[in-house]
């Protein structure tokens, strides 16, 4: 059995829900040496080759598949029969197919999958008048997080030979809703500072030409809502008839679930 030492943490993460995930579960882990490879702003598409790294790949569901620009970003990875730890995280409401594409993208890269887990991160169109998962991943699943790296590491030292993983989820995969051209607005309270610009994993936001107000490109965005959370002003805002359904539909507690 090849003896790891290397934990590479791989997610796209616009509101740091994914990010905190992957990195408890690598505390979990424990090994000395963990390597991030942060996609989330990364536009690159060199390959990035993985050899005896145990990896954990986290990404957000958009519409119960992974973010399409998160997979097209985690393409990039090559692997040779690496170990992965598979995890899709979702704002309450559902996971549907998205563990499942993205167990089957990991082998397709050449991933041997380890395990996987769906967890709960605050849903990205929560606001402090409409919450949803407000808050999370809390203590309680950061503590999951931890334990679940802990028991995929066991898993690993105890099978030389990985058996088949099997998760939740069907294939063919839910098909996408129809794309709405609706995108994030900005108040007078906009003083065009740019943080925003700088935080935009698709570069999808511009100052104006007279660098007083900025500019919000609809083709490329992809309503992450990284631009409505980190805003200092608070000026940034998204207006979804979602928002309202989920709060009320989907505000009740879910809970991880854990495929080992
Ligand atoms: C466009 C879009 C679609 C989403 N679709 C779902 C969904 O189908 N089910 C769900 O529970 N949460 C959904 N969410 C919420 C995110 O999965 C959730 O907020 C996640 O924690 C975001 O991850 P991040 O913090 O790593 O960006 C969606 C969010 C966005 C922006
Ligand atoms: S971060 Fe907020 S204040 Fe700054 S440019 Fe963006 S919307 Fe305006
Ligand atoms: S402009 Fe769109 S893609 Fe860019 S951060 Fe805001 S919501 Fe995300």
Redesign the pocket.
Known sequence: MTAYTTTRLVFF???????RIARAIGEGIGMGRRIETDLTLDEEDTPIHVENELTVIAA?????RIAPVALQRIKRLKAQHSPAILVA????????DALLELHNTAVELGFTPLSGAAFI?????STPDMPVAAGRPDSSDIQKAFLFGQDSLKKLENHPELPALTVKGNFPYKEFSPRNSSVPECTDACCACGICIEVCPTHAIRLNDGGDAIETDTERC????ACVKECPNGARTYYTPFTQILHEKFSARRESEIFL
């Open positions: 993460s616009p509101t740091h829900t994914s990010a957000p569901v958009y519409g119960g995280v979702y704002g309450n409401r559902d996971y549907e991160g605050e849903h990205s169109y992809i309503k992450c809502c």
